[in-house]
Each structure stands twice: as C-alpha cells, then as structure tokens.
Nanobody, 113 residues
Framework: QVQLVESGGGLVQAGGSLRLSCAASGNIFSINAMGWFRQAPGKQRELVARITSGSTIYADSVKGRFTISRDNAKTTVYLQMNSLKPEDTAVYYC????????WGQGTQVTVSS
C-alpha cells in the first residue's frame, strides 16, 4: 500500500502561482511514476503532469507554465504552477503508478479572474 498526503492548494488570482506537494509513504518501492491529475466540475479527470526516473510529460494546456519535480528520495512530488488561469480551477489529485495506482485525497485550486 502507498499513502499520499497532498498540500498546497488554495485561492489565487489569475497570473499568480501555487506550489502543490505530495508526500508518499508505505511501499514506495512499488512506484514507477508519480504525477498530478485534475478534475474540474462537470469534467473528466485529466492528466496534468507525470514524472518517471527518466522523463516528464505535461498536458498541452499547462506546458510552459507548470513544472513537475521530485525530491532525491523520490518520495515527494511537486507541481509548481505559474501564470495560473481561471481554467486551471479544479481539484488536483496526486497519483502514483506502479503495480497499481494510488490517489491522494485531492486539493482544491481556485483561480479567480
């Protein structure tokens, strides 16, 4: 089992920045990738960014504005979000991918215009 604890969401004006953190514990050796998804009201959950040992991928909508990173121990993943837009408003979920997927509880990000 992997436990995930997220932090860093909140309310910000358009153009502002937020940094999300997600700390993993438990069977971390089963993790191949860590990432962030988001779900806006009435929409499907979508991948925002994912990081593995050798690569990162981003949704087209966040390229150039968001940066995903991970600490050296590979137990904490971060999402630095700059130049935020109202359409970035959503609940953001941390995800780990390995033998099975695990999800965090979600953290609300609200961007006001």
């Amino acid at each position: 089992q992997v436990q995930l604890v997220e932090s860093g969401g909140g309310l910000v004006q358009a153009g502002g920045s937020l940094r999300l953190s997600c700390a993993a514990s438990g069977n971390i050796f089963s993790i191949n990738a860590m990432g962030w998804f988001r779900q806006a009201p009435g929409k499907q959950r979508e991948l925002v960014a994912r990081i593995t040992s050798g690569s990162t991928i981003y949704a087209d909508s966040v390229k150039g504005r968001f940066t995903i990173s991970r600490d050296n121990a590979k137990t904490t993943v971060y999402l630095q979000m700059n130049s935020l837009k109202p359409e970035d408003t959503a609940v953001y979920y941390c995800n780990t991918h390995g033998v099975r997927d695990y999800w965090g509880q979600g953290t609300q990000v609200t961007v006001s215009s």
